[in-house]
């Protein structure tokens, strides 16, 4: 059994610019042999989304919320934490991105307390945040190897 880590986002999955869905798609396959399986969900509301995060916590997943108010973390300390909300969530982790808005306030105050996760204090589109959020996973299991990746 290889570890899976699902993306939900709200928003539209249409629209991305071709260059950030090759980028994605390119990290995907080179993760592959790695056991790393990704998945993006999109979902079309914050009550969609509710429900997809509350079918996680229930499934006991680790759930890290994209967040302003996250922490910040150098890549290394990214696969460190990757790695161990793998371990924490049996193999299953999910990164849930929220819409123009931000994260609906229930998931910010979920009784599961969610780990936060900044990824700059920039702001990005959905599309571009998932393809960084997905070159980081990639990077995460090349510094677990010890490629020459990351240097």
Same mark, same amino acid.
């Given at each position: $059994?290889? $570890?899976? %880590?699902?993306?939900?986002? %709200?928003?539209?999955?249409?629209?991305s610019e071709k260059w950030l869905e090759e980028? &994605?798609? $390119? &990290?995907?396959t080179r993760l592959k042999p790695s056991g790393v399986d990704v998945?993006?969900?999109w979902h079309k509301n914050d009550p969609e989304l509710l429900k997809g995060v509350n079918a996680d916590f229930e499934k006991g997943h680790s759930v890290v919320l994209l967040d302003p108010r996250g922490k910040v973390r150098s890549s290394e300390e990214f696969s460190r934490d990757v790695f161990?909300?793998?371990e924490e969530g049996g193999s299953r982790?999910?990164?849930v991105?929220?819409?123009a808005p931000g994260l609906p306030p229930e998931l910010k105050h979920h009784p599961a307390k969610p780990k936060l996760l900044s990824l700059s204090s920039m702001t990005f589109t959905h599309q571009f945040a998932r393809t960084i959020l997905m070159e980081q996973i990639y990077r995460a299991s090349e510094i677990r190897k010890g490629?020459? &990746?990351?240097k």
């Open positions: $059994m290889g $570890m899976q %880590v699902k993306i939900r986002i %709200v928003g539209r999955k249409n629209g980028a &994605y798609k $390119m &990290y995907d998945e993006t969900v161990a909300w793998l982790l999910v990164f991105v929220g819409g490629s020459g &990746y990351h």
